[in-house]
């Protein structure tokens, strides 16, 4: 029954909390530049540059399937979020990383 309770809360649950992954950058196969969302089903807020060193916080899927992780680096703010503290930080699709 315990089981069967931890894996009904896993399934409600849609967001996967991990352990900060520090061996990550974003990359691109098509251009210079990564798409940043501020939430999951959001357009892009933003780019960061191919190849930028990440901190994964996080792991979840929009409302497509696709899956992200929630990223944040060191510099390159992203200049259209009004808040200071998220800029620096948000969504990335699973294509555009990559962890040693």
């Not at 497509?64 to 200049?79: E, I, M, N």
Request: hydrophobic share 35%.
């Amino acid at each position: 029954m315990r089981a069967f309770v931890v894996c009904a809360m896993a399934l409600l649950c849609s967001q996967t909390v991990v352990a900060e992954i520090s061996n990550c950058h974003v990359k691109s196969t098509n251009s210079k530049t990564v798409p940043i969302r501020q939430t999951l089903n959001s357009a892009p807020v933003g780019y960061i540059k191919s190849n930028t060193p990440v901190t994964i916080s996080t792991y979840n899927t929009d409302y497509s399937g696709q899956f992200f992780a929630y990223v944040s680096w060191q510099g390159q703010p992203l200049k259209s979020v009004k808040n200071r503290a998220l800029r620096n930080s948000g969504w990335v699709a699973r294509e555009s990383f990559v962890c040693d």
